[in-house]
């Protein structure tokens, strides 16, 4: 696609139930991130897959953060039984990948509230 | 590890100024990328400027343009001419090992009329 895509833009979920948020990165790019956003805050990662593998997800909070990449493509970050904590923006990102030079591209971020 | 560090949370300034937002960095390593993205109210982080460790000369980008100290590790942004659409928040960041962008904390620019 032209840009990064992100689905839902806003999601309001009960704490304790289970979210999906999804990325569909720029056609051609090898590199996908998560970056996590608060309220006034900067941006903190939480992995990156280079293709389907991800040789750094260190960034990811808790073992109730998960996240897949399908196809070399589309990747879906779930997080299972919210909490209120997690409310946050939840931005996506591509490139092309292969060298540390690459220009990221970000989508529009998914925002969450956890109520 | 590494950080990025930008000491000025808001600035403000009159339509047609220009404005330098700062930032400092700390890394080890010798070839690195450093970064001005903005976020506008859409959220929509965009990249501003680039700028290669091992280039000495300042990147430009239209009314935008760094000051890059490598030794001081200082990395600060100059919009000239400011104008209401550059009402955003700015944040610097550098790419850490494979492609992990670092970012600083934010600076919440306002140009005024």
């Known amino acids: 696609g032209a840009g990064v895509s992100q689905s839902p833009s806003n999601k309001v979920t009960e704490k304790g139930k289970d979210v999906e948020l999804r990325c569909d990165p720029i056609?051609?790019?090898?590199?996908l991130y998560w970056y996590r956003q608060s309220l006034g805050q900067g941006l903190e990662f939480l992995i990156y897959f280079q293709g389907n593998s991800a040789p750094d997800k260190s960034g990811l909070p808790s073992d109730r953060f998960s996240a897949e990449r399908t196809g070399g493509s589309v990747s879906t970050l779930t997080i299972q039984r919210t909490q209120q904590e997690d409310s946050a923006v939840y931005l996506c990102?591509?490139?092309?990948?292969?060298?540390?030079?690459?220009?990221?591209?970000f989508g529009e971020g998914s925002w969450l509230t956890v109520v | 590890a590494q950080t990025v560090t930008q000491s000025q949370p808001e600035m403000s300034v009159q339509e047609a100024e220009t404005v330098t937002l700062s930032c400092t960095y700390d890394t080890s390593e010798n070839n690195y990328y450093l970064f001005w993205y903005k976020q506008p109210p859409s959220r929509q982080m965009i990249l501003v400027i680039r700028?290669?460790?091992?280039?000495?000369q300042n990147a430009t980008e239209n009314r935008f343009s760094v000051n890059f100290q490598k030794a001081a590790k200082s990395f600060s942004l100059k919009i000239s001419d400011s104008q209401l659409g550059d009402t955003a928040m700015y944040f610097c960041?550098?790419?850490?090992?494979?492609?992990?962008?670092?970012f600083g904390q934010g600076t919440r620019l306002t140009i005024n009329p």
């Open positions: 990102a591509s490139s092309l990948g292969g060298t540390r030079g690459n220009t990221i591209y």
């Open positions: 960041a550098l790419i850490q090992g494979a492609q992990k962008l670092v």
């Open positions: 056609s051609g790019h090898t590199a």
């Open positions: 700028q290669e460790a091992y280039k000495q």
